[in-house]
């Protein structure tokens, strides 16, 4: 393969940092510095030096990372060869690992995947039946948090609860109990997926004998756990690539590691650290903003990073008098931008990025009203709909009878006259008997066991014929593969015998057309998903390890489920670019490594952002930089007087600081035909004919105008020189009204 192609667009570090023969390499860079383009574009070099892609493992931090990872691989390389290479989330790669060797160490083949709602449930379940005065969730996060600290912190654990209070000790139990209810329903939780691989890796490090190369994006934020399994992914070969910036390290809460580089460093003493000091992303004014902002932070280690795009249009900090005036602020903003660069941008380009997920509803609202297309990303996703999760169960129960909570949810579901608290006493007789609600279901139907739960006899005769339609399908799911019926086929069997859209009808009356459509949707992507595997799209599987006894991993129906499980959201339409353009709603933390011309980041007020209930105000800190870093040519900041609840608030400390002061404009935006060509520079995109700006050389407006107000400094090399009197730094900019200079 020849890889000129692949490093022509690159700088001199990157450049370095792709060809680099160092076997460990580390790439610390700012935000759009193209750590991930740097990346991508090393994976395609290695297989361009011969590495085959199924032997090279690339872990990133989100499902949509891991796709759009792909996706540019795939274009670097042309030849379909993507697809081959073990690349996904850490989640998604141990899964696999499980799937094809997790019978090495006892692991069920048909193991299913409870997502964190199923571990709610779970817990919850728990908590009502030991009459614990646990909040479920903090149990889970407590619960999730120990398990991603693993034996490290055990000890500190151990030692805490010596003390043992009230409180210690329900969790005890609760973990306990939790922990067997999973085994119990042959479940493995997100945290289970990476311990039971590095379990599975430290006694069969021979699973991994194949593996050449292990690259990994966002570095920053592996947690032990994770650095663990990058280790054990890299056993043979030691041949390690991570990018990361420790500035954007937003997941400490979830036990990210910020401390894994030095233990990245103590393991492999050779490692070559390389730094990319320019950020391609944003325009000059946003990167000066958000470095005054990360710099506040005295406890960090200063790196270096430099504009390569002009200065751009100042950062709009706005005041609002409440969070209903600051999302129709947003609305006519997004719409006055709109309108003023015509078709240089679309509603892709816009994002609104949040501290929490709660402050999406008022700009729902508003974006509804208007008449805008929005998507959100990670909030109530395709797969959580009820109408969707009722046929997931189902799938899930066929899949996996043991799956007590899935079981539970749909042993009612159409009604079968099988009450709560029916339902509620047949599981807790299971529980108790330490089996499952299946086996003790299908031991009553089957005459072999007869319940302590009082069953009248309409019940006994539905739940036979529940058990009917789940043995009916379990059994098309088995004998010769050719004969075994498929995702969609199963599905469609499933829809028929519950009747499912009569009973939509019936209980969802005006919505039921709705949530029809959704099933369709669900179909289509079963679908999709089926016509991937059978055309090696989605081939998972791993290669072949001589000496491992291996197993079909065929099965197609666990696979769509433990896609499913493992996708963080799932957009209708978007997958083939063939989408409605949407303004995405986004909380910060799923934002991380992505990029938009415009984002609004509101409610910047003390106590949203720092968050009230957060412990680490430099790691708040460094949200705000991560949001402000998203955006490329223009940034809005808002808060309001008082917040949804009608609180007063303040603006949050990390936006008063006097020097960022004239790098905000706080008077209101400037939109002007200025800030149209700054943001077609920006993004490299051409004036669109539409927008009727009439551009004379004398008139032309120069981008800086809107930090050097009526001052008419025409000098550039002046300009420059008061930019950087103003900001304290010593840095080129790119001024006027010529491109920058272009490295590719
Ligand atoms: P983050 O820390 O936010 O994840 P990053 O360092 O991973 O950022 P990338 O997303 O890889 O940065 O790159 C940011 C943008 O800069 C992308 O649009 C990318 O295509 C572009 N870019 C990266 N390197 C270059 C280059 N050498 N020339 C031109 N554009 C580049
Ligand atoms: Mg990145």
């Given at each position: 393969?020849?890889?000129?192609?692949?490093?022509?667009?690159?700088?001199?570090?990157?450049?370095?940092?792709?060809?680099?023969?160092?076997?460990?390499?580390?790439?610390?860079?700012?935000?759009?510095?193209?750590?991930?383009?740097?990346?991508?574009?090393?994976?395609?070099?290695?297989?361009?030096?011969?590495?085959?892609?199924?032997?090279?493992?690339?872990?990133?931090?989100?499902?949509?990372?891991?796709?759009?990872?792909?996706?540019?691989?795939?274009?670097?390389?042309?030849?379909?060869?993507?697809?081959?290479?073990?690349?996904?989330?850490?989640?998604?790669?141990?899964?696999?690992?499980?799937?094809?060797?997790?019978?090495?160490?006892?692991?069920?083949?048909?193991?299913?995947?409870?997502?964190?709602?199923?571990?709610?449930?779970?817990?919850?379940?728990?908590?009502?039946?030991?009459?614990?005065?646990?909040?479920?969730?903090?149990?889970?996060?407590?619960?999730?948090?120990?398990?991603?600290?693993?034996?490290?912190?055990?000890?500190?654990?151990?030692?805490?609860?010596?003390?043992?209070?009230?409180?210690?000790?329900?969790?005890?139990?609760?973990?306990?109990?939790?922990?067997?209810?999973?085994?119990?329903?042959?479940?493995?939780?997100?945290?289970?997926?990476?311990?039971?691989?590095?379990?599975?890796?430290?006694?069969?490090?021979?699973?991994?004998?194949?593996?050449?190369?292990?690259?990994?994006?966002?570095?920053?934020?592996?947690?032990?756990?994770?650095?663990?399994?990058?280790?054990?992914?890299?056993?043979?070969?030691?041949?390690?690539?991570?990018?990361?910036?420790?500035?954007?390290?937003?997941?400490?809460?979830?036990?990210?590691?910020?401390?894994?580089?030095?233990?990245?460093?103590?393991?492999?003493?050779?490692?070559?650290?390389?730094?990319?000091?320019?950020?391609?992303?944003?325009?000059?004014?946003?990167?000066?903003?958000?470095?005054?902002?990360?710099?506040?932070?005295?406890?960090?280690?200063?790196?270096?990073?430099?504009?390569?795009?002009?200065?751009?249009?100042?950062?709009?900090?706005?005041?609002?008098?409440?969070?209903?005036?600051?999302?129709?602020?947003?609305?006519?903003?997004?719409?006055?931008?709109?309108?003023?660069?015509?078709?240089?941008?679309?509603?892709?380009?816009?994002?609104?990025?949040?501290?929490?997920?709660?402050?999406?509803?008022?700009?729902?609202?508003?974006?509804?009203?208007?008449?805008?297309?929005?998507?959100?990303?990670?909030?109530?996703?395709?797969?959580?709909?009820?109408?969707?999760?009722?046929?997931?169960?189902?799938?899930?129960?066929?899949?996996?009878?043991?799956?007590?909570?899935?079981?539970?949810?749909?042993?009612?579901?159409?009604?079968?006259?099988?009450?709560?608290?029916?339902?509620?006493?047949?599981?807790?007789?299971?529980?108790?008997?330490?089996?499952?609600?299946?086996?003790?279901?299908?031991?009553?139907?089957?005459?072999?066991?007869?319940?302590?739960?009082?069953?009248?006899?309409?019940?006994?005769?539905?739940?036979?014929?529940?058990?009917?339609?789940?043995?009916?399908?379990?059994?098309?799911?088995?004998?010769p593969v050719e004969e075994r019926m498929s995702t969609v086929e199963l599905i469609y069997f499933v829809l028929k015998k519950i009747d499912y859209e009569e009973w939509l009808?019936e209980h969802h009356g005006d919505v039921h057309k709705a949530r029809w459509e959704n099933v369709q949707e669900l179909i289509t992507q079963a679908t999709d998903f089926q016509?991937?595997?059978?055309?090696?799209?989605?081939?998972?599987?791993?290669?072949?390890?001589?000496?491992?006894?291996?197993?079909?991993?065929?099965?197609?129906?666990?696979?769509?489920?433990?896609?499913?499980?493992?996708?963080?959201?799932?957009?209708?339409?978007?997958?083939?670019?063939?989408?409605?353009?949407?303004?995405?709603?986004?909380?910060?933390?799923?934002?991380?490594?992505?990029?938009?011309?415009?984002?609004?980041?509101?409610?910047?007020?003390?106590?949203?952002?720092?968050?009230?209930?957060?412990?680490?105000?430099?790691?708040?800190?460094?949200?705000?930089?991560?949001?402000?870093?998203?955006?490329?040519?223009?940034?809005?900041?808002?808060?309001?007087?008082?917040?949804?609840?009608?609180?007063?608030?303040?603006?949050?400390?990390?936006?008063?600081?006097?020097?960022?002061?004239?790098?905000?404009?706080?008077?209101?935006?400037?939109?002007?035909?200025?800030?149209?060509?700054?943001?077609?520079?920006?993004?490299?995109?051409?004036?669109?004919?539409?927008?009727?700006?009439?551009?004379?050389?004398?008139?032309?407006?120069?981008?800086?105008?809107?930090?050097?107000?009526?001052?008419?400094?025409?000098?550039?090399?002046?300009?420059?020189?008061?930019?950087?009197?103003?900001?304290?730094?010593?840095?080129?900019?790119?001024?006027?009204?010529?491109?920058?200079?272009?490295?590719?």
């Amino acid at each position: 393969m020849n890889c000129d192609g692949l490093l022509t667009n690159l700088n001199k570090s990157q450049h370095a940092a792709v060809s680099s023969f160092a076997d460990t390499l580390a790439i610390l860079a700012g935000p759009g510095s193209g750590k991930t383009h740097t990346l991508t574009s090393r994976t395609a070099w290695l297989l361009a030096q011969g590495l085959q892609p199924w032997n090279v493992i690339v872990a990133t931090f989100t499902v949509k990372a891991a796709r759009e990872m792909k996706e540019r691989i795939g274009k670097l390389i042309g030849n379909g060869m993507e697809s081959k290479l073990i690349l996904g989330t850490f989640h998604s790669i141990s899964r696999r690992y499980l799937a094809r060797y997790g019978h090495l160490i006892d692991i069920r083949k048909d193991f299913g995947i409870a997502d964190s709602s199923d571990s709610l449930a779970i817990i919850k379940r728990i908590v009502k039946r030991f009459d614990f005065n646990i909040d479920p969730k903090v149990a889970r996060s407590r619960i999730s948090g120990r398990k991603a600290r693993t034996s490290v912190v055990e000890e500190g654990e151990a030692r805490k609860s010596a003390t043992k209070s009230v409180e210690a000790e329900e969790f005890e139990r609760c973990y306990i109990e939790y922990e067997d209810a999973l085994k119990r329903s042959n479940l493995l939780d997100y945290d289970d997926l990476l311990l039971r691989c590095v379990d599975l890796l430290r006694k069969h490090p021979s699973c991994v004998s194949n593996v050449e190369a292990v690259l990994i994006d966002e570095f920053q934020d592996t947690n032990l756990v994770q650095f663990d399994l990058m280790r054990l992914f890299a056993a043979h070969k030691k041949r390690i690539t991570i990018v990361g910036d420790p500035d954007q390290s937003i997941y400490g809460f979830r036990a990210a590691e910020i401390k894994n580089y030095r233990r990245m460093l103590h393991q492999y003493p050779d490692t070559v650290t390389i730094a990319l000091e320019e950020n391609y992303r944003s325009s000059g004014a946003i990167l000066l903003s958000a470095l005054n902002v990360i710099e506040q932070d005295s406890s960090r280690v200063a790196k270096s990073l430099l504009p390569t795009h002009i200065v751009g249009t100042r950062p709009v900090l706005r005041k609002l008098a409440g969070a209903h005036k600051e999302a129709e602020w947003i609305v006519t903003e997004i719409q006055r931008i709109k309108g003023l660069t015509g078709d240089l941008l679309d509603l892709n380009d816009f994002a609104v990025l949040l501290r929490s997920a709660s402050l999406s509803r008022l700009i729902e609202t508003a974006l509804g009203k208007a008449g805008i297309a929005y998507r959100m990303v990670g909030g109530l996703r395709f797969y959580d709909r009820v109408e969707i999760k009722t046929i997931l169960d189902y799938l899930r129960v066929i899949n996996q009878p043991d799956n007590n909570d899935a079981l539970a949810r749909i042993i009612n579901t159409p009604s079968r006259r099988i009450g709560e608290s029916t339902i509620k006493s047949l599981l807790e007789e299971a529980d108790q008997a330490k089996m499952t609600l299946w086996s003790l279901v299908l031991g009553i139907v089957q005459g072999k066991l007869s319940a302590k739960t009082q069953l009248k006899n309409p019940t006994e005769k539905n739940l036979s014929s529940f058990v009917h339609i789940i043995l009916t399908a379990r059994a098309k799911l088995s004998g010769p593969v050719e004969e075994r019926m498929s995702t969609v086929e199963l599905i469609y069997f499933v829809l028929k015998k519950i009747d499912y859209e009569e009973w939509l009808v019936e209980h969802h009356g005006d919505v039921h057309k709705a949530r029809w459509e959704n099933v369709q949707e669900l179909i289509t992507q079963a679908t999709d998903f089926q016509d991937a595997i059978s055309f090696g799209y989605e081939d998972e599987t791993l290669p072949g390890i001589d000496g491992l006894e291996q197993r079909d991993d065929s099965d197609q129906l666990s696979k769509f489920l433990a896609n499913v499980a493992l996708a963080s959201e799932v957009k209708k339409d978007d997958e083939e670019g063939i989408s409605v353009a949407q303004v995405t709603i986004s909380t910060i933390h799923a934002a991380k490594g992505l990029e938009w011309p415009v984002v609004f980041i509101p409610a910047t007020y003390q106590g949203s952002i720092p968050h009230s209930r957060a412990e680490d105000t430099n790691e708040e800190r460094r949200l705000l930089y991560v949001a402000m870093t998203r955006a490329k040519a223009l940034l809005y900041m808002s808060y309001s007087l008082k917040n949804s609840q009608g609180e007063e608030t303040t603006l949050s400390p990390f936006l008063t600081p006097p020097s960022l002061a004239p790098l905000l404009d706080q008077k209101g935006p400037s939109l002007r035909s200025s800030t149209v060509q700054s943001i077609s520079q920006i993004l490299r995109r051409n004036l669109p004919s539409t927008t009727s700006i009439t551009l004379s050389s004398a008139s032309l407006p120069s981008i800086e105008d809107d930090l050097f107000p009526k001052e008419g400094i025409e000098n550039a090399q002046e300009k420059e020189a008061r930019l950087n009197a103003m900001t304290g730094r010593n840095m080129t900019f790119t001024m006027g009204q010529q491109a920058p200079k272009r490295r590719r």
